[in-house]
């Protein structure tokens, strides 16, 4: 396995901790390689290697061509024994160079990926220590990872960082590829963070618990449902489900009513603000195989839902959103209430159009023909149409109506 112990900011932890671990694992027995890519060097000397005594680091193995190269290198030439029993590829201040000769390498961000799968068969785990900052030396630790770890210390200038590491991350998914990405979000955000802020002790069940969510998206939430197929009390699962939407991971869609008071006493519907950790959490490693899926049409009402919210909260809009559903079953997808007017939304995940999708939104006329309603019936569709006073718009086009 190959570990990234990555920051955006420096003095987080992030060198202690790739040693602690690499120490920890090898008291377990285990064979384990650290691997200092940053040019300060802190994970060499912590494993008790003078830089001065090192010959070639991993700036030969990277760059043998450039100005401080010292001729071309494999990388199991270079790894160094220390006493504690790590193994260690050493940095070199060379590095800090390294940056401005990148620009004319190919597959720039692949080198150290290409360079590790010469030695990973002879090692359990392999702990890179990440330097900072939003450098191609950064970013080809991440690459090279299969999973990444993100130290934080108590103080709020790490966790302001964690936001642009969070976009970097996000922009890198294709490099990394998206079950790295998703599953280190998981770990690093969800499971550690959620740890903290309050006791979840079996990790595995909270992860069933997310699952078993993520299978009802878009759907009514019944707490006693989900309790006993996880396994967990009723009050669990209202404090973990609380979290959540705390924390911002989900959103509960509430019912609308015209009397105000009545909106709270129905349940909710569940979504998940981020639509790939959802589709992660689904199992649907790419978009072929979620377009040929049974919740394809969930994801796309949840991606719809979450585009709604970004546009109220991103351009501070003053509307609020909620889904409708009566006791004879009609139900419509999202609500958008502006006070004075409301607009009725129909979201299918159908390329064609059929006239059947007009069939719930035909009937709203009568159920609110008290209220200025708009109609829309929103999809993946090319075809532009009015329709019984309904019109259809394309996912692209959403924010245009909203």
């Given at each position: 396995m190959i570990i990234a112990f990555v920051h955006h900011k420096g003095g987080t932890g992030k060198t202690t901790a790739c040693l602690n671990v690499a120490g920890w694992l090898v008291k377990m027995g285990k064979n384990v390689?650290?691997?200092?890519?940053?040019?300060?060097?802190?994970?060499?000397?912590?494993?008790?290697?003078?830089?001065?005594?090192?010959?070639?680091?991993?700036?030969?193995?990277?760059?043998?061509?450039?100005?401080?190269?010292?001729?071309?290198?494999?990388?199991?030439?270079?790894?160094?024994?220390?006493?504690?029993?790590?193994?260690?590829?050493?940095?070199?201040?060379?590095?800090?160079?390294?940056?401005?000769?990148m620009a004319g390498i190919s597959n720039q961000t692949h080198l150290l990926k290409d360079h590790l799968s010469e030695v990973k068969k002879y090692y359990d785990y392999i702990l890179i220590d990440v330097p900072p900052g939003s450098t191609m030396l950064m970013i080809n630790g991440i690459v090279a990872a299969e999973n990444i770890i993100i130290p934080l210390d108590s103080g709020v200038f790490a966790?302001?960082?964690?936001?642009?590491?969070?976009?970097?991350?996000?922009?890198?998914?294709?490099?990394?590829?998206?079950?790295?990405?998703?599953?280190?979000?998981?770990?690093?955000?969800?499971?550690?963070?959620?740890?903290?802020?309050r006791s979840v002790e079996d990790l595995s069940v909270f992860q069933n618990f997310l699952e078993l969510l993520a299978a009802r998206v878009g759907n009514l939430l019944n707490l006693s449902e989900i309790g006993k197929e996880c396994g967990i009390s009723h009050t669990t699962v209202q404090k973990w489900l609380t979290l959540l939407e705390v924390t911002r991971i989900i959103y509960l869609l509430?019912?609308?009513?015209?009397?105000?008071?009545?909106?709270?006493?129905?349940r909710p519907k569940?979504?998940?603000?981020?639509?790939?950790?959802?589709?992660?959490?689904?199992?649907?490693?790419?978009?072929?195989?979620?377009?040929?899926?049974?919740?394809?049409g969930a994801i796309f009402e949840n991606f719809m839902?979450?585009?709604?919210?970004?546009?109220?909260?991103?351009?501070?809009?003053?509307?609020?959103?909620?889904?409708y559903r009566d006791s004879n079953d009609n139900e419509i997808d999202l609500l958008v209430d502006y006070g004075q007017k409301i607009k009725l939304m129909e979201i299918k995940a159908a390329k064609s159009l059929r006239e059947d999708f007009f069939a719930v939104l035909s009937k709203s006329h009568d159920l609110f023909k008290n209220k200025k309603a708009e109609m829309y019936l929103v999809g993946l569709?090319?075809?532009?149409?009015?329709?019984?006073?309904?019109?259809?718009?394309?996912?692209?086009?959403f924010n245009r109506i909203l």
């Open positions: 390689l650290v691997v200092d890519l940053d040019p300060q060097g802190n994970a060499t000397t912590g494993l008790g290697i003078e830089r001065k005594s090192v010959d070639y680091s991993i700036y030969d193995v990277l760059f043998p061509c450039l100005p401080a190269g010292r001729g071309e290198k494999n990388l199991q030439d270079i790894i160094l024994e220390t006493t504690c029993g790590v193994h260690l590829v050493p940095s070199s201040i060379d590095l800090l160079a390294a940056e401005t000769h966790y302001e960082t964690m936001e642009t590491l969070r976009t970097l991350l996000r922009d890198m998914a294709e490099e990394l590829g998206i079950e790295t990405f998703y599953r280190s979000y998981l770990q690093t955000y969800l499971e550690r963070d959620i740890r903290q802020i509430r019912p609308y009513h015209s009397n105000i008071s009545k909106r709270v006493v129905k569940i979504y998940f603000t981020d639509t790939g950790l959802l589709s992660n959490l689904l199992k649907y490693s790419d978009a072929a195989t979620l377009l040929a899926g049974p919740a394809k839902v979450m585009e709604a919210l970004k546009n109220k909260f991103n351009h501070n809009r003053n509307y609020e959103l909620y889904f569709f090319d075809t532009k149409i009015k329709h019984a006073g309904i019109e259809t718009v394309s996912f692209e086009e």
